[in-house]
């Protein structure tokens, strides 16, 4: 199997969080798409032009779940790395049961999120 384009959306709220996100993933040398929303990503996004989401499960509006949700009904195979900030098992168990590659609670190492990234990437996390 070939490898997922580069390109990685990060869907979050908070702007110094998907701005610090980013500028990692830059500095690992990935490009990176940023938005505030589900909905910013649902309308401006090009899914087969991206190769991972990491995608913050408490959104305004549209929470991370419902959008991975609505991914997995559009038969999307974008893998998804969950971030967030509650520590909540049953949450964490349901991410799983929609399908995500990694579940990453804040403040996480950014070596975790490089590694669930640099998986997603290699096209081993297609669900």
Do not use: W
Not at 74 to 92: G, K, M
């Amino acid at each position: 199997m070939g490898t997922r384009p580069r390109t990685v959306a990060v869907v979050e709220d908070n702007p110094s969080m998907r701005t610090s996100v980013e500028r990692l993933l830059n500095a690992c040398g990935l490009r990176t798409e940023g938005y505030s929303s589900a909905e910013a990503f649902l309308s401006h996004a090009t899914p087969a032009k991206l190769g991972c989401v990491v995608l913050d499960m408490h959104l305004v509006d549209m929470s991370g779940m419902e959008l991975r949700r609505r991914l997995k009904t559009a038969h999307s195979r974008l893998p998804v790395i969950f971030i967030t900030a509650i520590d909540d098992d049953a949450l964490e168990l349901e991410a799983r049961r929609v399908g995500c590659l990694a579940y990453l609670q804040k403040p996480f190492a950014a070596a975790s999120l490089i590694a669930a990234v640099k998986e997603a990437l290699a096209g081993d996390a297609m669900d």
